[in-house]
Nanobody
Framework: QVQLVESGGGLVQAGGSLRLSCAAS??????MGWCRQAPGKEREFVAAIGWRDTTDYADSVKGRFTISRDNAKNTVYLQMNSLKPEDTAVYYCAAGTSTVVIRVGPGYWGQGTQVTVSS
C-alpha cells in the first residue's frame, strides 16, 4: 500500500523558516513534490523534483523555497525561507511519474500538514 506521510508544519512568523518532510512507502517514485491549498482557494502547485534532481517551482516561491530528496530514504523535503502570510495553507506531498505530472495532476497525495505564517 502506497503512503505519503508529511511532517514539519507549524506556526511561524513572517520572515521565518520551516522545513517540511514527506516519507513515501510502498513504492518509489520518479518524481515527488508539494502542492498547497489555502482556505477558500484551489489547490496549487508549489515545487517538484525528478529522479535526476531536476526541479520545478511555482513563480510565487522561486528564490525562497528549495526542494530536495533523499532517494535512499524515499523522502522529499521542502525548505521554506522568508515565509509570508500568503504562504499559509495546508501543504500536501505529491508523487508521480514526472515533475510535469506533479504540476498538473499527481496520482498520489499525502494527508497534508498545516503551515501558518503570522504577520
Amino acid at each position: 500500500q502506497v503512503q505519503l506521510v508529511e511532517s514539519g508544519g507549524g506556526l511561524v512568523q513572517a520572515g521565518g523558516s520551516l522545513r517540511l518532510s514527506c516519507a513515501a512507502s510502498g513504492r518509489t517514485f520518479s518524481a515527488m513534490g508539494w502542492c498547497r491549498q489555502a482556505p477558500g482557494k484551489e489547490r496549487e502547485f508549489v515545487a517538484a523534483i525528478g529522479w535526476r534532481d531536476t526541479t520545478d517551482y511555482a513563480d510565487s516561491v522561486k528564490g525562497r523555497f528549495t526542494i530536495s530528496r533523499d532517494n535512499a530514504k524515499n523522502t522529499v523535503y521542502l525548505q521554506m525561507n522568508s515565509l509570508k502570510p500568503e504562504d499559509t495553507a495546508v501543504y500536501y506531498c505529491a508523487a508521480g511519474t514526472s515533475t510535469v505530472v506533479i504540476r498538473v495532476g499527481p496520482g498520489y497525495w499525502g494527508q497534508g500538514t498545516q503551515v501558518t505564517v503570522s504577520s
